[in-house]
């Protein structure tokens, strides 16, 4: 198995094909290079696919007063939505170790797609984990919850 082929034995989203999942691996693994990393070293990619079918990347940059910091699936999420997009299928996910999203992060993406696919993945390639993103963050915070001015 190369490094950017996922392990099969967790995919638990079979709507996505080998080519697609390999793809997007690739592409956080790709993006991943150019993080922006120099108080923790530790490097992420992201790569979001949107129901239309374009990729849009993401890496973490962050800043010395750390609270600036932005992660890759933001990263990514932000630039596919300057571009108009608003509905998600997957992301991947690239880490050393194969760490998931963090809470902010979740509730970002759960904002557009909370049940697109989440494909974590370790600097190996090996995939760690793929699931819903509700099933990452059950009971998630949404728009409709959310009372406009004027409404009860």
Do not use: W
Not at 32 to 40: F, G, I, M, V
Not at 76 to 101: H, M, Q, W, Y
Not at 123 to 138: H, K, Q, R, Y
Request: with cysteine.
């Amino acid at each position: 198995m190369s490094s950017t082929e996922p392990s099969r034995k967790k995919a638990l989203t079979p709507h996505l094909t080998d080519e697609v999942r390999h793809t997007l691996i690739e592409a956080a693994q790709t993006v991943r290079q150019h993080a922006y990393a120099p108080y923790s070293d530790y490097l992420v990619g992201a790569a979001l696919l949107t129901n239309g079918g374009a990729i849009y990347t993401g890496c973490n940059v962050e800043n010395a007063a750390f609270s600036p910091t932005i992660c890759a699936e933001r990263v990514a999420l932000v630039k596919a939505i300057s571009e108009g997009e608003r509905e998600f299928e997957a992301i991947a996910v690239v880490t050393d170790n194969g760490a998931f999203p963090c809470g902010l992060c979740r509730q970002m993406m759960y904002e557009f797609s909370p049940l697109m696919t989440v494909i974590v993945v370790d600097a190996e390639g090996i995939m760690v984990n793929e699931s819903t993103l509700a099933e990452l963050l059950p009971k998630g915070f949404t728009p409709d919850q959310v009372h406009k001015h004027g409404t009860a």
